[in-house]
């Protein structure tokens, strides 16, 4: 009797539903050739819950208008192509890194600066401005000159060891017109009337192209600024002076080359008086700014 009851409710409730189910299907078209086709606007949007931050709730897309979505989309874009600031950009080709010279012994040079920047003012420009008094410009450049050619077998010997055989050859040559026509190296004839320039060589130079760095920064007493290459430079290039030989033999010699040598130190001053004051006047720090001056100086005569 359930089981009737049962088949009667649900053959009644298909026929209460079968009009609408009927309805529906007359709303849809038999072919999709029949079929209307309907836009929606293009600037229609669908209202949706946007949000805005994570860590905020979301508001509701009514109290949004879409320009505003619009700017927030870019802010996102932006956000997501900003590189990170942590990383520090690369150095470009142009930026040229500045180079400098080790000083581990600073304190050690720094008194020995000391010592040459009082030996300076009280004994050298003195004498030198005296001396510069006396001679006139043009003695003080022969002396120059004399002391400039005793060195050639110094240029001539750096060269050869440079690979440089022209440079040699030049250096030969002024030797013997200047010794000869420039009677013993007073005057530079080769220079004016054979147009031979003088070939600035050095053995710290030699180093140095050889590819051997400055290692450190040294400051001599009396000699003045140099650096550990440039001081076994200076050791050979005494070597290769003749001066040096005959003063084993000869005393006289050995007199003759020390009085030279301070001869020579002081005409170099006359020459120069004022350079050294205004390079102290502009610096914040003297020791600093004579010690990269130095390096300057160097650099560039090895690029040479």
């Known amino acids: 009797m359930k089981m009737v009851l049962w088949v009667c409710s649900l053959f009644l409730l298909c026929l209460i539903s ?13 072919s999709p ?25 979301s508001i509701p897309a009514d109290s949004l208008t879409p ?11 932006k956000l997501v192509q900003t590189p ?27 008194v020995f600066f000391v010592f040459n ?5 009280w004994v050298l420009k003195p004498v030198a401005t005296g001396y510069k008094a006396v001679i006139p410009e043009d003695g003080r450049i022969g002396v120059r000159n004399f002391f400039s050619n005793l060195s050639t077998p110094v240029r001539v010997i750096n060269c050869l060891l440079q690979a440089k055989p022209k440079c040699a050859g030049t250096e030969t040559l002024r030797f013997v017109i200047n010794t000869t026509v420039g009677v013993a190296g007073f005057f530079d004839p080769a220079k004016k009337r054979f147009h031979l320039e003088k070939q600035d060589r ?10 051997m760095g400055p290692v450190f920064y040294l400051d001599f007493p009396i000699l003045g600024p140099s650096s550990l290459r440039d001081g076994l430079g200076f050791a050979a290039d005494a070597s290769f ?32 008086l004022g350079e050294y004051e205004n390079l102290k006047k502009a610096a914040l720090d003297p020791y600093i700014a004579l010690r990269e001056a130095y390096v300057q100086y160097r650099q560039n005569k090895i690029k040479q």
């Open 84 to 110: 990170d600031e942590s990383v520090p950009p690369e150095p470009s080709e142009s930026e040229e890194v500045q180079k400098t010279i080790a000083d581990p012994i600073e304190p050690v040079n720094r």
């Open 241 to 272: 002076k003749p001066q040096t030989y005959l003063s084993f033999y000869f005393v006289a010699v050995e007199y003759a080359n020390a009085g030279g040598r301070v001869l020579e130190m002081i005409n170099e001053a006359s020459l120069t």
């Open 18 to 30: 079968l009009p609408g189910f009927c309805t529906a299907e007359d709303s849809i078209s038999p």
């Open 67 to 77: 320009p505003h979505a619009a700017d927030s989309l870019e802010k996102d874009e």
């Open 33 to 57: 050739s029949q079929a209307p086709i309907i836009i929606s606007p293009s600037d229609e949007t669908i209202p949706t819950a946007v949000p805005l931050d994570p860590l905020q709730p």
């Open 117 to 121: 920047d009082k030996l300076y003012f």
């Open 202 to 211: 050095d053995f710290g130079q030699t180093l140095g192209i050889w590819g």
